[in-house]
């Protein structure tokens, strides 16, 4: 060829070189930028349900989608501020409760926020918990914080009698003529279930009514029966219970 066919065609040689190069550089730079639009789950979890479609326009503020997983949860509870300071991480628990109030979970706190809600002037307090219950994340469940746990004795609710502010129990007890109700004045406490927390005035392992307790007058004479364990008994029926249950 011609010296100057043999020029032009280099000319063109080396031009094809500096597109090429140029659009490697290009194809790098939008490699780089298609990173930024990459959306990747913090964990792994289920995709619930895509609002949006292919050729959409979305922002940072659109939600494209949501994952869920139910593996390990936390709970929130918001608790009034009076009671914080009786909170420490890592001990407190947080039980969660069934529709009849037994607890299926329990997980020791292990975030107190700083402050409170402006509004409710409620402070959250959260716990983790291996889901072992099957529930799942953005459930509404039923949650009670425990403050602090003591054993003590417990006193069946309608063992209970009143005489103004002061509570009694009958006691079923060995008197001159054979066995009669004694009135023992007691001091309850909280109510948990069907019982009242025994604080002080009868010791465990004491007998006492638990049936026409209103008709009972301190040293009757009584008959008394086993009673079921924790079911009040019908009206005219003696019994008997064990305070220390």
Do not use: C, W
Request: no cysteine; charged share 20%.
């Amino acid at each position: 060829m011609s010296r100057q066919d043999y020029e032009q065609a280099v000319a063109q040689a080396r031009s094809a070189e500096a597109d090429a190069r140029a659009a490697q550089a290009q194809l790098q730079e939008q490699q780089v930028q298609l990173g930024f639009y990459e959306v990747s789950a913090p964990f792994a979890g289920v995709v619930g349900a895509i609002p949006v479609k292919v050729g959409d326009t979305v922002t940072t503020e659109t939600v494209l989608t949501s994952v869920d997983q139910s593996r390990a949860l936390e709970v929130s509870v918001q608790v009034p501020v009076e009671h914080v300071s009786r909170i420490q991480a890592g001990r407190t628990q947080v039980e969660l409760l069934d529709e009849q109030g037994k607890r299926i979970l329990s997980a020791p706190v292990f975030f107190v926020a700083p402050t409170p809600a402006d509004v409710t002037q409620l402070v959250e307090v959260k716990a983790g918990f291996e889901n072992t219950a099957g529930l799942r994340a953005g459930q509404f469940v039923r949650a009670r914080v425990v403050y602090e746990t003591r054993e003590s004795l417990l006193l069946p609710t309608y063992a209970v009698s009143q005489l103004g502010s002061q509570a009694f129990a009958f006691t079923v007890v060995q008197g001159d003529g054979g066995v009669v109700a004694q009135r023992q004045p007691v001091t309850l406490g909280q109510v948990q279930g069907n019982a009242y927390e025994l604080l002080g005035g009868l010791d465990a392992g004491t007998q006492v009514a638990v049936s026409s307790v209103q008709l009972l007058r301190d040293g009757q004479p009584v008959e008394p029966k086993p009673a079921a364990r924790g079911e009040p008994q019908e009206p005219g029926v003696g019994g008997a219970s064990d305070a220390g249950q």
